[in-house]
């Protein structure tokens, strides 16, 4: 028999032993609410790419290098001399157009992705039926071959030198809007002019609202092309590097000398126009980066894509961005008149500095 002291000691040790299997249960519940909640499908909080710390390559596009310095090198022929700075892109911006959720891009979103792409905007007159364009062509004295040089070249080699300005749609076959052509007699001196753009008729089953934003939403090319065939326009001509334009003069056996009618009809010049109501847009970056284009590419189907479908849309900016890196155009830009500039270089003695 167990004295009282023994029994006391008993039931302190199953009173112990009660403790801790409650706490064992309470501990294991609570474990396994910890592990639901825990869940690995749980989505992460999303990391903001605004901090150094939080940046790897994937968010940093490399630095473009298109200069005038390591274009042509016996010419120095001109492209986009500004330097690319590396942008830190937010990848639901840009990959919003890639998903149909274009109507979702804030304005916030809108000026971002106008900021990677180099996006170039100002006011613009208009009428209810036609775009106003204030445009300068200045010719730039230089120390080096320019472009101009090479047009020049082009031209005396031709049977009927022929140089145009043509404002016209991005796609072979689009004819919402005729061309509108400027004849180039006296570049080597300079161009200037205001040009009237249409706006595209509008479509019988559209409502008013809809035609104002169709006819108000337009995207163009203006080009500078030979046009020695009398065609009207530049889209449908051959393009190059001005590189190799150059290298067919400067190489007697280059093989483009011996195609018929050499030098055939080219542009020379490129710039994508993309008219918003009361605002005109120009590029000021070259295409070659993934996100510059990217970019771009999702700027303009948030602005047109209630106007024109998206695979209009997805040819069109492929069209662009073909034109863009492979003519590699100078630069333009807007004046305090909001005209816009194109400096064609070319070369003088007198900007060389041993004369």
């Known amino acids: 028999m167990l004295n009282q002291k023994n029994r006391n000691v008993l039931m302190l040790v199953v009173l112990g032993i009660v403790v801790v299997l409650i706490v064992l249960f309470y501990g294991k519940e609570k474990f396994e609410n910890f592990k639901k909640t825990s869940s690995p499908n749980k989505p992460l909080k999303e990391v903001s790419v605004d ?39 937010k990848d639901s911006d840009v990959s919003k157009a890639k ?27 208009s009428t209810p039926t036609e775009f106003k364009l204030m445009l300068k062509i ?27 300005l043509s404002i016209e749609p991005l796609l072979q076959g689009d004819n919402s809007i005729n061309p509108v052509i400027q004849r180039l007699e006296h570049i080597d001196t300079g161009f200037s002019a205001s040009i009237s753009i249409p706006k595209p008729p509008t479509k019988g089953k559209d409502t008013q609202k809809d035609a104002q934003k169709n006819q108000d939403s337009l995207h163009l090319g203006l080009f500078i092309c030979k046009d020695s065939e ?20 400067l190489n007697q056996n280059d093989p483009a000398r011996s195609t018929p009618n050499w030098p ?29 284009f990217e970019a771009l590419d999702s700027y303009v189907k948030a602005k047109l894509l209630k106007s024109l479908s998206m695979d209009v849309l997805t040819d069109s900016m492929q069209r662009v961005r073909k034109l863009t890196t492979t003519i590699r155009s100078v630069e333009f830009n807007f004046d305090q008149e909001n005209q816009i500039e194109l400096f064609l270089p070319k070369y003088s003695k007198n900007a060389c500095k041993f004369k």
């Open 99 to 125: 998903k149909g959720e274009i109507d979702s891009i804030s304005v916030e979103e809108l000026s971002h992705l106008a900021s990677i792409a180099g996006i170039k905007t100002v006011p613009v007159s």
């Open 51 to 89: 901090s150094d710390k939080n940046l790897d390559s994937s968010h940093t596009p490399p630095a473009a290098h298109i200069t005038e310095t390591n274009k042509v090198e016996n010419a120095g022929l001109g492209a986009n001399s500004d330097h690319v700075a590396a942008t830190n892109t």
């Open 230 to 249: 009398q065609e009207g326009r530049c889209n449908s001509k051959d393009f190059r590097d001005i590189e190799e334009v150059n290298n067919e003069h």
């Open 264 to 292: 055939i009809d080219k542009i020379y010049v490129f710039q994508y126009l993309l008219f918003d109501g009361q605002h005109l847009s120009v590029l000021g970056k070259n295409l070659d980066e993934e996100a510059v």
């Open 138 to 164: 200045i010719p730039k004295e230089r120390c080096l071959l320019g472009d101009l040089d090479v047009i020049n070249k082009d031209l005396a080699a031709s049977d009927n030198p022929k140089l145009i």
